[in-house]
């Protein structure tokens, strides 16, 4: 009881101090707890896509621009798919998978 006496006391002298741990303690409590959100949505829970291993990036590479890669937009990847000879596209959900196809349209799986 007197350890909870003198605590209350030193709390009680040292306000200033006390509030900074405080602070201190909460913004490590909030900052794990930030933390975690993220690691849990992004690593732990699964994609929300019925195949997530079947997921691509399309992007083009440019060789003047010293082959930088660039994200190609949605717009052109329907384009393609629709004026495309050696690919077939399937329409699922608004979104559109890519089978691989050599020249002479075999499947390359």
């Not at 007197?2 to 602070?23: D, G, N, T, W």
């Amino acid at each position: 009881m007197s350890e909870i006496r003198r605590a209350v006391y030193s709390i009680l002298r040292k306000p200033a101090y006390a509030l900074a741990a405080l602070f201190t303690i909460a913004l490590g409590i909030g900052a794990n707890t930030a933390v975690y959100t993220v690691v849990r949505s992004v690593l732990l829970e699964p994609l929300p896509f019925r195949e997530p291993k079947a997921l691509v990036q399309v992007w083009e590479t440019h060789p003047e621009l010293h082959n930088l890669q660039v994200s190609v937009p949605t717009s052109v990847v329907r384009l393609w798919s629709s004026n495309c000879l050696h690919c077939e596209a399937n329409r699922i959900n608004d979104s559109i998978i890519f089978q691989r196809l050599d020249a002479a349209g075999n499947d390359t799986k």
